[in-house]
């Protein structure tokens, strides 16, 4: 009998090790989510005008620029005289015709930049900012990708209709943001920054959770003289402002990984530097609320989220929507309602840009006004080219264009087909 209890024991002992080892760590899942993402940036197509524009653009007038890829552009500028909605038989047929140009001028381009790489050519700081001195000393391609990923992660957060593929182009340029032994060590902690964010926005919470520990980490081990004083501040106000933005950022991904505990923690953290420094706005309002709330400090939270009401740069619904989460604070005590879900971040990320002055402002004072111009404009132009592309029909085109586009898709497929059978090993 004996013998059969230790038996019973090792099956035991053994079933318990192996459901353990199906559990996977961390670290495993943040390892599976950086594959996605590398996965998502190998089949996007909206990268393919985008590093096609870098790469025009950077390439300009050097006997090595792709044919291809300039090929592209050209077909893209020819969008440009496309009207809005073309009202006769031969205009849709004109834009069909062009539509079809740039999809075997697209394929071929996607080739070519398998192979091809902007980092190839001069920097695009050279280009626009011909004999001005660089940013930085240090300034080098690594640099400029962690500068353009910083701007358009801002458009990213802003821009959330989906119109603009902003967040596949952050991805991009965060993956080619590589520091150089050279770098200063804030914009190395910095670029860690943007990645966790730009994971964390994008659903990919491990992979954040890891660089957004080690923004936080290596801020903390920066002594104060590292960091610039900004705006008659001091070295230590500006390591203080520095990791009240790490602590929410944390906050902000463990929430969506479910760890609100530890979230918790984040956010009384980064409201306390906040205090410290004298901050108040929409954020620590909220902030505050949530954190007094989950402390059992009910009428404290409601009186925080009075603050949140008188907003100015609430809108009217959002406005009696919090004055109303308020109230229920105050007669039952047990919930946030509001902010217990995921349009709240949106809100409060809303009104703190408008704060700022707007996302047209935050980029131009980020880029200066003609980089900021340039760089929202090409965005903008590539969403019209994919909405008139995806908008052709044989409802809307005559029968001529209709059957152009059928034929010219078709043997744009079948090249498809026929290129990947041949890169395809037996």
Known sequence: MNGLHHRAAALLLVGLTACGGCQKTDAERAAKERAEIDERLR????????????????????PKAPEEVALLWKALAET???PDKPLTDEATRAAARTYLDLGVAFYKARKTLQTRDEDEF????NRWASGEALP???YDAGQEHAFLAAALLVLDTAEKSDR???TELVFYELSRATPAPGWPTPLRAAVQASRGTAFCQAGYHYAAEEELTGFLTETERLPPEAFPALQQGTPAQSRE???????FLRAWNRMGLKRERAAEDDIEQGLRSLQTLGVENELTWWGWAFIHTRRGRYEEAAASLDKLAASPYLEETERREVHDSAQALRKHGDSLPLFQQTRATLLLGRTLLARAGGLEHVLTVLLGPQRAKQLYAP????DRVRQRTANLSPEQVAQGAGETLDRGWKALQQRLNDSTARDTPP
């Open 164 to 166: 603009i593929p902003a």
């Open 80 to 82: 440009r005289a496309l």
């Open 379 to 382: 965005l903008v132009w590539m």
């Open 122 to 125: 001069p920097l695009l700081w």
């Open 43 to 62: 089949d996007s197509v909206a990268l393919v005008p985008y590093r096609a524009l870098k790469l025009t653009v950077r390439a300009d007038g050097d």
């Open 241 to 247: 402002a520095v990791l009240a933005a790490g602590h």
């Open 136 to 138: 930085l000393p240090s």
